[in-house]
């Protein structure tokens, strides 16, 4: 399983980002996916998560702000990221959930390698 987030960066309070996660070694259709996020001397959080049928959630805290989807026939997930403000600097992780079809705590997810997010002026 790989899991390869990228895009992150340098961004300006108020500004956006995109971030993708292609995938590899697994069925991606077939799993739930998730964005995680993980700030210094903090625990890790969840952010986001998509069914399989692209049913989407949302953390309270990046509801309205940010928009999870996924393109099953690019093995890609995607976060974009809009008003980004300095507490959401971190790093981002993406994840698929531990077994096929159903829903998995993101705590079980298998997460891959993240991609630093940072906001400030």
């Known amino acids: 399983v790989q899991l390869q987030a990228s895009g992150g960066g340098l961004v300006q309070p108020g500004g956006s980002l995109r971030l993708s996660c292609e995938a590899s070694?697994?069925?991606?259709?077939?799993?739930?996916m998730y964005w995680l996020r993980q700030a210094p001397g903090k625990e890790l959080e969840w952010v986001s998560r998509?069914?399989?049928?692209?049913?989407?959630y949302y953390a309270d805290f990046v509801k309205g702000r940010f928009t999870i989807s996924r393109d099953n026939t690019k093995n890609t997930v995607y976060l974009q990221m809009n008003d980004l403000k300095p507490e959401d600097t971190a790093v981002y992780y993406c994840a698929k959930s531990s077994t096929e079809i159903l829903y998995t705590d993101y705590k079980t997810a298998v997460r891959g390698q993240g991609t630093q997010v940072t906001v400030s002026s």
């Open positions: 998509i069914n399989i049928r692209s049913a989407t």
């Open positions: 070694g697994f069925t991606f259709s077939r799993y739930w």
